[in-house]
């Protein structure tokens, strides 16, 4: 399950940084041709709540994608780490930010952050390997 960030609750409590650690099953948010997760992906979050309520949330996630190579279609299993960086505001987000009320729902930015990690094409040891590419 991927959580929230009580906001007001931990700005009163004077608790203005954190760590989330989650895992959650990506098969719910996104669908990858040939390919699957071949396990839960790893999230860590580090947040800072700020004086006029805003969060900044730095996003680790980890994930393995298992199937088809994009070349040669040989069975191969690969792991990605990707860093994200989220701004969450008071209110409705502006298309740059995110927005909230009390609660900042991380579940949209997950989301955003693990489709732009995904990589365009996986390929097998042989084919990175076969003309020096590293794709």
């Known amino acids: 399950m991927i959580p929230r960030i009580d906001v007001r609750g931990l700005a009163a409590k004077k608790q203005v940084t954190g760590e989330l650690l989650f895992e959650f099953e990506a098969v719910d948010l996104l669908d990858i041709p040939f390919m699957e997760f071949s396990?839960?992906?790893?999230?860590?979050?580090?947040?800072?709540?700020?004086?006029?309520?805003?969060?900044?949330?730095?996003?680790?996630?980890?994930?393995?994608?298992?199937?088809?190579?994009?070349?040669?279609?040989?069975?191969?299993?690969?792991?990605?780490?990707?860093?994200?960086f989220g701004l969450f505001e008071q209110g409705e987000g502006d298309g740059e930010s995110y927005g909230y009320l009390h609660f900042a729902d991380l579940t949209e930015f997950v989301r955003d952050s693990l489709a732009f990690a995904l990589p365009a094409k996986v390929l097998c040891n042989g084919c990175r390997n076969s003309d020096g590419e590293n794709e």
């Open 39 to 84: 396990s839960p992906v790893q999230a860590a979050a580090d947040y800072e709540i700020f004086a006029d309520n805003k969060v900044e949330v730095r996003l680790r996630l980890t994930f393995t994608l298992q199937g088809s190579c994009s070349r040669c279609l040989a069975e191969t299993e690969q792991t990605f780490t990707e860093t994200a």
